[in-house]
Every structure is written in structure tokens, then in C-alpha cells.
């Protein structure tokens, strides 16, 4: 594997369900990120994780929360979001925090009914 | 005003023709300018990026900054089919520490044979 993996790459839930997406980064980068991407939009940026630290949360609603257990990993849990919340989510690494280039995963596209 | 504004199209020409995307800013600390190239059901990937003003060449793309009318361009020369994607502008006072890019909504480019 290389670059940034994402899964699940398609997700359809209901409003009361709890799922999670998962990003992978096999860059040996230290900063990771979750973007959200809806049509005709500019790309949101939801966290920052650098070296497992969360240092950015853009105000972004409670029932989603990120999970960094190490470098390599990052996790996006989902609860009780709303149909709004349909979007492509990204993940995506860097080196350092905002070092330049953004290596970006093929993203998640959810669904919520 | 928002910060950074791109026309999101789609814009669609033939093949061989030469093809301007462009962004506006209204930020003036801006001078990283990167262009992210996003295939569908892709991630975002950094195309070019350039630091300050002037013109950035590699192949058949050209990356301009015009900082006294607040304006960047990409230039594709001899445009083809597999050049449909879609172009997102990003920028931000410099890469590194704690400046976080803005992003515009992207232009949708169709290239037809």
C-alpha cells in the first residue's frame, strides 16, 4: 500500500446510526487532516492532527469526532448526523503541520438518509 | 466577499486548445499559491504551486501570479482528453507553521476529442 488509503470509499447511513471512516498514511508524515468536500463548495477543513495531537477543530459539530491513535492512522467517527452532512470526506497528510504539498486520499463519499 | 473565488463552470473545449483557469483573492498576505487537480472519484492532487509573483512552467502547464490585481491562472497548452478534472485553487501567506491554505470551489474542466 502507498500514499493515503481511505475506507469505507461508499457509506449510506440513517440518522441514528454510528459509524467510522478510516484514513491510512503510509508517508511517514507526521500531520494528518479530515476535509469535507460538497458539491460547488470550497474544501472545509474539519481537524488537524499533528504527532497525534489535535490542533485545529474548526468548529466543527459534535457528532462527528476524530480519533488519532498514531501517526498513521485517523479515524472520523459519525453519530446521529444529518442528511446535510452528505459529502465527500477527505483525509489527507502532510510532513509537517501545513508544509506545503496536502497528499489527499480518495475520500469516503457518505450518504446520510 | 469570500476570500479566494473560482468559477466552478464547467468549462469545455476541444481538444488542443489552450485553456485558462483562474482565482481571485481579496487576501493580500497571500503568496503560496498551489493548483490541485482532482480526477472524479479521486483525491485532490498538488499540480503546481508557486511562491510570490511570476510565472512557473512544467510541460505543458504554466502557473501565473498577478499580485497587484490579486489573480492567479493556469495555463494548459495543447489541452487533452485526460486533462478533464477538476482545478482547485489554493493559497495562503506561506507554507509551514500555523497558516492553513484557503481553497476555491474548483472549476470543472471537460476536454473533448
Known amino acids: 500500500e502507498t500514499g493515503v488509503t481511505q475506507t469505507p470509499r461508499h457509506l449510506v447511513m440513517g440518522m441514528t446510526n454510528k459509524k467510522s471512516l478510516k484514513c491510512e498514511q503510509h508517508l511517514g508524515h507526521n500531520a494528518m487532516y479530515w476535509y469535507k468536500q460538497s458539491a460547488k463548495k470550497p474544501l472545509e477543513l474539519m481537524f488537524v492532527y499533528s504527532l497525534e495531537e489535535r490542533v485545529e477543530n474548526n468548529s466543527v459539530p459534535s457528532r462527528f469526532s476524530p480519533e488519532c491513535p498514531n501517526s498513521s492512522h485517523l479515524f472520523l467517527h459519525l453519530h446521529t448526523l444529518q442528511p446535510e452532512d452528505s459529502a465527500l470526506y477527505l483525509c489527507a497528510s502532510s510532513q509537517e503541520r501545513w508544509s506545503g504539498e496536502l497528499f489527499f486520499g480518495e475520500g469516503s463519499r457518505l450518504t446520510v438518509l | ?113
Not at chain 2, 481538444?15 to 497571500?30: H, Q, W
Not at chain 2, 493548483?35 to 485532490?44: A, L
Not at chain 2, 511562491?51 to 499580485?67: C, H, I, L, P, W
Open chain 2, 1 to 113: 466577499q469570500k476570500e479566494v473565488e473560482q468559477d466552478p463552470g464547467p468549462l469545455s473545449v476541444p481538444e488542443g486548445a489552450i485553456v485558462s483557469l483562474n482565482c481571485t483573492y481579496s487576501n493580500s498576505a497571500f503568496q503560496y499559491f498551489m493548483w490541485y487537480r482532482q480526477y472524479s472519484r479521486k483525491g485532490p492532487e498538488l499540480l503546481m504551486y508557486t511562491y510570490s509573483s511570476g510565472n512557473k512552467e512544467d510541460g505543458r502547464f504554466t502557473a501565473q501570479v498577478d499580485k497587484s490585481s490579486k489573480y492567479i491562472s493556469l495555463f494548459i497548452r495543447d489541452s487533452q482528453p485526460s486533462d478533464s478534472a477538476t482545478y482547485l485553487c489554493a493559497m495562503s501567506p506561506r507554507p509551514g507553521g500555523s497558516y492553513i491554505p484557503t481553497f476555491g470551489r474548483g472549476t470543472s474542466l471537460i476536454v473533448h476529442p
